[in-house]
């Protein structure tokens, strides 16, 4: 993984080469692929005994909207005091769910705001997008934090910023004690993986009025979180099974270091152009709104979009379980880097963690 570039440049404002969706620049980088080319067959067996597991469990890759046809898509459940044990059995990988308890003990609730980040950070510089006309007009730059603090409130619905940095908080260890992983989140098997190939972690979302994502699914199809410190969201959430409706762009990469598929619709839901993309008007979805204190657990295979009707600032992560195993691994292999053919049969008496151990002789 590369750092940002240009941190110290003078210049307030740096446009940013090809965005990768860590919202930073894609570049060979030989050393990862003398990484890959070393450990590919290690994981190689570390991913065929999870995907062995989540086939013997029955694990459906292939839901579809009828698959829900018993679940509401009025609203999103809001949910308190819910057990690992509910999660699992009710929402994880199957269906979204709001969490309004589990960000309580989080000090950033009550420290994150923007006389904090000024005094600490105002200098600092952030990968943000900048909007000029529709959602796909844009241009991804590096500014300064108390440049972007200045013309927060200068939005329109055409016109608009939004901070997308996965850096931010990784490379502030000081920012990490202020936020929590809650235990629907504590089974990661990406923290198996050696370091060089785990996505990173915490994303700083911070969006002017206006701002919003793209119609997507995450990389990897993995298992999405959002929480919501200031301001508030707006959500359309898409169940499975409904891409011939969504404009899908073919053959997109997401440039990880351990590369797969990118799956970005072309429609903007909360601004369809439906003379150009008329399929989309047949879609089901959820819509909702996250307010400050919740977390929202987005399941693989579903895409959404996120709006921010005012100033926002949240954080976004992910994982990859027991419960989303079967289709995350589906899609590491689609992206090449992991040869099915090299998939081993031997490793079924561990488990995951065990592999990893025996395997790279080291736990992370």
Not at 265 to 286: G, N, R
Not at 330 to 347: A, H, W
Request: charged fraction near 25%; include cysteine.
């Amino acid at each position: 993984m590369k750092k940002k570039k240009n941190l110290r440049s003078r210049s307030p404002v740096i446009k940013l080469q090809q965005e990768t969706p860590h919202g930073h620049k894609s570049e060979c980088i030989p050393k990862i692929t003398v990484i890959l080319a070393v450990v590919g067959v290690v994981l190689s067996v570390v991913l065929y005994y999870v995907y062995a597991c989540a086939a013997e469990k029955g694990t459906d890759t292939q839901l579809s909207v009828s698959s829900f046809d018993n679940r509401s898509l009025d609203t999103v459940d809001r949910r308190s005091g819910l057990s690992l044990q509910e999660f699992r059995n009710l929402y994880d990988a199957k269906w979204p769910v709001l969490i309004t308890d589990a960000m309580n003990d989080w000090p950033a609730m009550r420290k994150w705001d923007w006389p904090f980040f000024l005094d600490r950070y105002a200098g600092e510089r952030v990968a943000m997008k900048a909007v000029n006309g529709k959602l796909n007009d844009y241009e991804m730059l590096s500014v300064p934090l108390n440049i972007f603090s200045q013309h927060v409130h200068e939005a329109s619905p055409n016109t608009w910023t939004y901070i997308n940095d996965e850096l931010f908080i990784p490379f502030r260890s000081e920012l990490f004690l202020d936020i929590k992983r809650p235990v629907y989140m504590e089974e990661d098997f990406f923290k198996l993986l050696p370091k060089e190939l785990q996505p990173w972690d915490s994303m700083l979302l911070w969006g002017t009025r206006y701002s919003r994502s793209s119609l997507h699914i995450d990389p990897y199809n993995w298992t999405g979180t959002n929480a919501v410190l200031k301001g508030k969201k707006r959500w359309k959430l898409f169940p499975p099974g409904q891409d011939h409706l969504l404009y899908v762009r073919r053959n997109q990469r997401c440039g990880f270091p351990l590369d797969c598929f990118k799956y970005n619709s072309e429609v903007d839901a909360f601004d369809p152009d439906l003379e150009q993309h008329p399929l989309f008007a047949k879609a089901k979805y959820i819509e909702f709104e996250q307010l400050p204190g919740e977390l929202l657990l987005i399941p693989t295979g579903w895409f959404h979009q996120a709006y921010n009707p005012e100033e926002c600032l949240a954080i976004s992560s992910q994982f990859f379980n027991s419960q989303n195993v079967k289709m995350v691994t589906e899609e590491i292999l689609k992206g090449g880097e992991v040869q099915r053919s090299k998939i081993s049969k031997d490793f079924d008496n561990y488990t995951p963690r065990e592999q990893v151990c025996t395997t790279f002789l080291y736990c992370n």
